[in-house]
């Protein structure tokens, strides 16, 4: 088992900047995909990004490329989501989520889920 738990959300206004932080335990870490999905009020999920094991590759949305970077510390246990330029349509639950593998991240088929946290970007 893997519990995941995140933090970092909060309230920021357009053009701001928020830092998610993801920390995981139960199962060595650095086996893990890890990655990050949201989803927004009447809205389906949307993958957001997502890194491997080893933190050398990484994917992101269309949405969201060139604003968010995702980062890992196998040392802490953690990945990281880094915000900036946030835009109102970023409002949403953010979730970490975790798998053995990246295509099982990036297709929410992973088998760990956090709670969620969430982000609300005013206009």
């Known amino acids: 088992q893997v519990q995941l738990v995140e933090s970092g959300g909060g309230l920021v206004q357009a053009g701001g900047s928020l830092r998610l932080s993801c920390a995981a335990s139960?199962?060595?870490?650095?086996?893990?995909?890890m990655g990050w999905f949201r989803q927004a009020p009447g809205k389906e999920g949307e993958f957001v990004s997502a890194?491997?094991?080893?933190?050398?590759?990484?994917y992101y949305a269309d949405s969201v490329q060139g604003r968010f970077t995702i980062s890992r510390d196998n040392a802490k246990n953690t990945v990281d989501l880094q915000m900036n330029s946030l835009k109102p349509e970023d409002t949403a639950v953010y979730y970490c989520?975790?798998?053995?593998?990246?295509?099982?991240?990036?297709?929410?088929?992973?088998?760990?889920w956090g709670q969620g946290t969430q982000v609300t970007v005013s206009s």
């Open positions: 989520a975790a798998g053995d593998t990246t295509r099982e991240v990036t297709s929410a088929s992973g088998d760990y």
């Open positions: 139960g199962r060595t870490f650095s086996s893990l995909a």
């Open positions: 890194i491997s094991w080893s933190g050398t590759s990484k």
